[in-house]
C-alpha cells in the first residue's frame, strides 16, 4: 500500500516570502502524485499534477512542485506567498494502473501567511 | 458547469439518529468517492465506486456506515445509529475513470452528532 508523509503540520511564512511545504511518499509501484489545497469550510481543489515526464510541475496561483523518485519527495514551492494562500494544504498519491482509483492523502499542511 | 454536489452542508442530530448524506457527482464521472475529514485522523477515504458498483468499502468504520450508488448521478452515505465520534465532514468527490486520478471535491457536509 502506497502512503503519505507531510512532515510539518503548520508553517507560518512572512507575506512575499518563499515557503516549501514537504510531501514523501512510500509505494512499492509507480504512482502519480498530486497537490490539492483546502480553504476555510470548502472542499479540495487541485493545485498541480506528477503524472509523468518533466519532474518540475507547475500549477495554480503560481505554485510548483518537484518529483524526486530517488529521495520520494514531491515538495511544493512558492517563490512568493500572498495573504490568499492562507489554507491547508494536502499531499496524495495514487498507483497508476488504472483499476485502482484512490487517492491516499497526507496528513496536510497548514499554511499561515503573517502580513 | 456545476460540480459535486452534496446535501446537507450541516447536519446536528442526537447519538442514536439515523443520519442520510447525498451527493451529487459532476456529469459524465464513473468514479465516485466518500471521505472522512476529521483533525485527529485527517482525510480517510470509506468507500469508492465505480459505474456504480462499490470498488473498495474497506474504509468503512463499521456495519452502522453503508453507501450506495442506485445510478450514476446519485449516491447517499447513511449512518445508522449515529455516535458522537461520527462527527465529522463528510466529503463526497468523483472523477473520470481510466482518467489521470484528478478528482473533484464537494463542498463537504458538516455533521454534528450530539
Known amino acids: 500500500a502506497q502512503s503519505v508523509t507531510q512532515l510539518d503540520s503548520q508553517v507560518p511564512v512572512f507575506e512575499e516570502a518563499p515557503v516549501e511545504l514537504r510531501c514523501n511518499y512510500s509505494s512499492s509501484v509507480s504512482v502519480y502524485l498530486f497537490w490539492y489545497v483546502q480553504y476555510p469550510n470548502q472542499g479540495l481543489q487541485l493545485l498541480l499534477k506528477?503524472?509523468?515526464?518533466?519532474?518540475l510541475v507547475k500549477g495554480i496561483n503560481g505554485f510548483e512542485a518537484e518529483f524526486n523518485k530517488s529521495q520520494t519527495s514531491f515538495h511544493l514551492r512558492k517563490p512568493s506567498v500572498h495573504i490568499s494562500d492562507t489554507a491547508e494544504y494536502f499531499c496524495a498519491v495514487r498507483k497508476t494502473n488504472f483499476g485502482n482509483e484512490k487517492l491516499t492523502f497526507g496528513t496536510g499542511t497548514r499554511l499561515t501567511i503573517i502580513p | 458547469d456545476a460540480g459535486v454536489i452534496q446535501s446537507p452542508r450541516h447536519e446536528v442530530t442526537e447519538m442514536g439518529q439515523e443520519v442520510t448524506l447525498r451527493c451529487k457527482p459532476i456529469?459524465?464521472?464513473?468514479?465516485l468517492f466518500w471521505y472522512r475529514q476529521t483533525m485527529m485522523r485527517g482525510l480517510e477515504l470509506l468507500i469508492y465506486f465505480n459505474n456504480n458498483v462499490p470498488i473498495d468499502d474497506s474504509g468503512m468504520p463499521e456495519d452502522r456506515f453503508s453507501a450506495k450508488m442506485p445510478n450514476a448521478s446519485f449516491s447517499t452515505l447513511k449512518i445508522q445509529p449515529s455516535e458522537p465520534r461520527d462527527s465529522a465532514v463528510y466529503f463526497c468527490?468523483?472523477?473520470?475513470?481510466?482518467?489521470?486520478?484528478?478528482?473533484?471535491f464537494g463542498e463537504g457536509s458538516r455533521l454534528t452528532v450530539l
Open positions: 456529469s459524465g464521472h464513473n468514479s
Open positions: 506528477y503524472l509523468s515526464g518533466s519532474t
Open positions: 468527490a468523483s472523477s473520470l475513470s481510466g482518467d489521470t486520478g484528478e478528482l473533484f
